[in-house]
């Protein structure tokens, strides 16, 4: 009877370690977030929690979370659109990656028709920029609502804070 005792004791406190190191780990790893915003509609909507991962390499495609204006605490959610060794310009709202009209995979919103000059605003004219190593030009996908490279600038690795894992079914 003790070794049957003994046994469930084990077997009850492993599961409660399992439990803790894997709640460390996650926390670790993955953090959430609240989309605050509706920069990234129709893919996120203002308000959906979204789980974002710590350690990863950037590709083009990513969602990621980071820190738009130098030395600026706000944090942005937006889509890598190219990386180190891209050529990226803006014309007349048209984005060119590498000189080429770019096709994403995912769905870009621009419902505003109207197309600004560069001395007024960069969102549909941007200089040609050629990105350094470690830099990600960042653009939202509701183009017409953002906050993204073409404010900020291409971003560096060190601010960006975490990518895109998985929305919270709550």
Known sequence: MKD???????????????????????????FPFVLCDDTMRPNFIKGEKLFMIRFFVPRVGDVVLYRGSP???????????ATAG???????GE?????????FSWQIVRKDKRLFPMSFSMRDNYPA?????????????????AMDSRYFGPITREKIKGKFLLKSPF
């Open 129 to 145: 920029v050629k990105l350094k190593r470690n830099e990600y030009f960042v653009l939202n996908d509701n183009i017409d609502k």
């Open 95 to 103: 984005i060119l990656i590498n000189e080429k009209p770019a096709q």
């Open 71 to 81: 030395g600026g605490e706000d944090l942005y959610v937006g889509r890598i659109v």
């Open 4 to 30: 049957i005792v003994k046994t469930i004791l084990f077997k009850i406190a492993f599961v409660m370690c399992g439990i803790v190191v894997g709640f460390i780990l996650i926390r670790i790893f993955l």
């Open 86 to 92: 891209d050529l990226v310009e803006i014309k007349n």
